[in-house]
């Protein structure tokens, strides 16, 4: 799977909305941009996935660049509940040793302040 | 209401004793997972099931132990041989078939620490 990288840390004001970037420059056709996110002590909570283009749900949305070498995960009004740390994964189809596993890097720690 | 769950939360064994720790799902998933995070770490595959009565090792699967005798329970063990056993331990499951869009929804994890 390809690596990702993403900033240590942000800070979003409460109401506002939080865009937190990935690069993912070695990433190739066949593999799928995934967010979790992980609040403290707690399992990794699903937010969204996508391949191409972009993708909206009732929790966020994704935004892929053209050629596939970025992605932004976008809440688009934050609250105080979403402060957590947010992982982007680059996934593709299992194979070998890697059958079905997801690779969790350090990911960005979002703080939501009031 | 649909989801996994894992149990117990918290978890404290004396050292060299076998521990059981449960996961159980109603999301009629035929892959299951389990997953191993240390403080400020990522998640790292201990054992996979991708159907009933099969399962595969994962990435750090030495000291643990797995069965799958139904669909919904994929229960792990963390034995005596584990030489690090603390740790906060994540069970998740899918549909299944190893495609890049199968999504893995995770339960709430159980935190065992060994005495």
């Known amino acids: 799977d390809a690596k990702t990288t993403q900033p240590p840390s942000m800070d979003c004001a409460e109401g506002r909305a939080a865009n937190l970037p990935c690069n993912h420059s070695?990433?190739?056709?066949?593999?799928?941009v995934y967010w979790y996110r992980q609040i403290h002590s707690q399992g990794p909570q699903y937010i969204i996935h996508?391949?191409?283009n972009n993708e909206t749900n009732e929790m966020a949305s994704l935004i892929i660049t053209e050629d596939r070498k970025s992605s932004t995960l976008i809440l688009p009004h934050a609250t105080l509940r979403d402060t957590a740390v947010y992982y982007c994964i680059v996934r593709a189809n299992a194979g070998g040793t890697s059958y079905g596993k997801l690779t969790f890097g350090q990911g960005t720690i979002l703080t939501v302040h009031p | 209401d649909g989801g996994i769950t894992q149990s117990p939360k918290y978890l404290f064994r004396k050292e060299g004793q076998n521990v059981t720790l449960s996961c159980e799902q109603n999301?009629?998933?035929?892959?299951m997972y389990w997953y191993r995070q240390d403080p400020g770490q990522g998640l790292r595959l201990i054992y996979y099931s991708q159907i009933v009565n099969d399962f595969q090792k994962g990435d750090i699967a030495e000291g643990y132990s797995v069965s799958r005798e139904k669909k919904e329970s994929f229960p792990l063990t963390v034995t005596s041989a584990q030489k690090n056993p603390t740790a906060f331990y994540l069970c998740?499951?899918?549909?299944?078939?190893?495609?890049?869009?199968?999504?893995?929804?995770f339960g709430p994890g159980t935190r065992l620490t060994v005495l």
């Open positions: 070695t990433i190739s056709g066949n593999e799928y």
């Open positions: 998740a499951s899918s549909t299944g078939g190893g495609r890049a869009a199968d999504t893995q929804y």
């Open positions: 999301l009629n998933h035929d892959a």
């Open positions: 996508g391949l191409k």
